[in-house]
């Protein structure tokens, strides 16, 4: 089975985030060809479905999304999302369910450890709802997942995409005394958009996340992804790197935002992809590691080869 993924979610999707559910529909411009993506059901997809389906596990590439699933799923390759399904707070970019979150499923770090047993993932991704319900945002539970991970696939590498654990004090020590060779967390967009498109979150506090993971334990990588198309300026989105930078951020992706319903932030352009490649140029002469620049790149896409991109990368530089 393909089709073609070019349409906007129908406004439906806002019962999963009933903060939309008074705003007016904003305008939508028409997506360009380069947008366009199929998607496929094949063998390795539903095995991937079955297979999270069966241990009750939720996927942040079904409840962002995410146009990459298919062939992702494909590869059974599947970014984990921990802690549930319901975000405590209401980013205007995402299509996540917000509200009252559930409590945890003390089961869910066995099952998350199994399923990458069963799918025989070299390197996963670990991602989760923000949890400011928590007095520790989450982190403990990050850390136990890490753990049974490891102890069922001691040779599968671990990537966590985290939320920001604002003041949530020494939750990020937790999560990173858990050692997962990849910490990620994403600024998202340029500072002059938080207030609109991530009201919950403080730019300098997430730069300053990203710095203290080095601080605490600098052969952890460290990672951080961009949205472009939410109004950003060119000389803001080069700041940014500057920031990430200064950070000692290793891996930095950049990719197309889509706006998942009529009722979320919109779109204000759509970058052509040879301005992404100009930005991945201009990123690595300022030393990042490894740049992903595209309008499909995702904060997870290809994660497994850019892990062993990360190595190789650092190796060379150590010589």
């Known amino acids: 089975m393909v089709n073609i993924i070019n349409n906007i979610s129908s406004n439906k999707n806002t019962l999963r985030q009933p903060q939309h559910a008074g705003k007016p529909d904003t305008q939508v411009i028409k997506r360009p060809d380069w947008i366009r993506v199929r998607a496929r059901l094949s063998e390795g997809y539903n095995f991937t479905k079955s297979t999270l389906d069966r241990l009750k596990l939720v996927t942040v590439c079904e409840e962002a999304a995410c146009p990459n699933i298919s062939e992702c799923w494909e590869k059974k390759h ?7 399904d319901t975000c405590t707070r209401a980013c ?12 945890l499923d003390k089961m869910e770090p066995d099952n998350i450890a199994i399923a990458v047993r069963e799918l025989q993932l070299k390197h996963v991704v670990i991602t989760s709802v923000d949890r ?25 590498t671990i990537e966590v995409l985290t939320p920001d654990f604002l003041r949530k004090d020494n939750a990020l020590e937790v999560v990173v005394e858990a050692s997962p060779d990849v910490f990620n967390h994403n600024l998202e ?59 000692g951020v290793d891996f930095l992706t950049i990719g197309q935002y889509l ?9 204000m352009d759509y970058v052509h992809p040879d301005e992404f490649k100009n930005y991945e140029i201009i990123a690595k002469s300022k030393g990042f590691l490894l740049v992903s620049s595209s309008p499909f790149t995702r904060s997870s896409y290809h994660a497994d080869e850019h892990f062993k991109m990360l190595q190789d990368a650092r190796n060379l530089n150590m010589r």
């Open 78 to 84: 599947a970014t984990m999302m921990i802690m549930g």
């Open 92 to 103: 205007s970019f995402c299509n996540v369910k917000t509200g009252i979150p559930s409590s």
């Open 132 to 156: 400011d319900d928590l007095s520790d945002g989450g982190a403990n539970h990050f850390a136990e997942v890490i753990n049974k991970i490891k102890l069922l696939s001691p040779t599968t």
């Open 189 to 247: 967009t340029v500072p002059s958009n938080y207030l609109t498109i991530r009201p919950g979150a403080r730019y300098y506090h997430s730069l300053n996340l990203l710095h203290n993971v080095k601080l605490i334990n600098n052969k952890i990588f460290t990672k951080s992804g961009l949205m472009l198309g939410l109004g950003e300026k060119r000389n803001e989105i080069l700041q940014v790197m500057d920031d990430l930078r200064t950070a």
């Open 259 to 267: 706006q998942p319903t009529k009722k979320h932030a919109p779109v």
